[in-house]
């Protein structure tokens, strides 16, 4: 049973547009919600959280939205760069029960210049 | 400070053998995890350990192992290697049962 589900699986973006990608959760008992951005031949790199007590965390470039009655979350990245060419993945947990993160299947962004 | 390193970085194996694959957390952290990825099923968690203690588990066979010792390093052992273990297995640490997790380059292990 897959309990994230993430799309689209492929994005193209221009330089400079918005990226988007949406994560929608099936267990009620998540409350911690990740994003972590993987480049080919490294291990995945924590990007920014949120928790449900909040609808909106921005850092930077990047922004969480979070709609906890719909339960479902996204990823807003602005001014996409070619840097940003990475894959992408959401995650949840239940945070009193330990380390155990559930994936999306990944969205395989690619910023054109 | 050193992230998390994980060793080898490549590994090669035949079916029916067994690997251990070795995971150093970031200096402080005590709780180890361990995830599989692959094309299909992409990233699955294996198990988690906390002080020693196996604290979660994942829905893989018994053939997947680990432990921790008491520095906090981790071992995972996969022993009757079959083709389809052939995938990169990622250890990730956090400072203690809570997030967030850091996450090793990975082992990538393929099975002939």
């Known amino acids: 049973q897959q309990q994230v589900k993430q799309s689209p699986q492929s994005l193209i973006v221009q330089k400079g547009g918005i990226s988007i990608i949406n994560c929608a959760y099936e267990?009620?008992?998540?409350?911690?919600f990740p994003w972590y951005q993987q480049f080919p031949g490294k291990g995945p790199a924590l990007l920014i959280a949120i928790r449900p007590d909040v609808s909106e965390k921005k850092e930077g470039r990047f922004t969480i939205s979070f709609n906890k009655s719909a339960k479902q979350f996204s990823l807003h990245i602005m001014d996409s760069q070619p840097g940003d060419s990475a894959t992408y993945f959401c995650?949840?947990?239940?945070?009193?029960?330990?380390?155990?993160?559930?994936f999306g299947g990944g969205t395989r962004l690619m910023v054109k210049p | 400070k050193a992230g998390v390193t994980q060793t080898p970085r490549y590994l090669i194996k035949t079916r029916g053998q067994q690997v251990t694959l070795s995971c150093s957390p970031i200096s402080g952290h005590r709780s180890v995890s361990w995830y599989q990825q692959t094309p299909g099923q992409g990233l699955q968690f294996l198990f988690e350990y906390f002080s020693e203690t196996q604290r979660n588990k994942g829905n893989f066979p018994g053939r997947f192992s680990g432990r921790q010792f008491s520095n906090s390093r981790s071992e995972m052992n996969v022993s009757t290697l079959e083709l389809g273990d052939s995938a990169l297995y990622l250890c990730?640490?956090?400072?203690?049962?809570?997030?967030?997790?850091?996450f090793g380059d990975g082992t990538r292990l393929s099975i002939l």
């Open positions: 990730a640490s956090s400072w203690r049962g809570n997030q967030p997790q850091h």
């Open positions: 267990n009620t008992a998540f409350d911690y």
């Open positions: 995650a949840a947990s239940v945070d009193n029960a330990g380390n155990m993160l559930t």
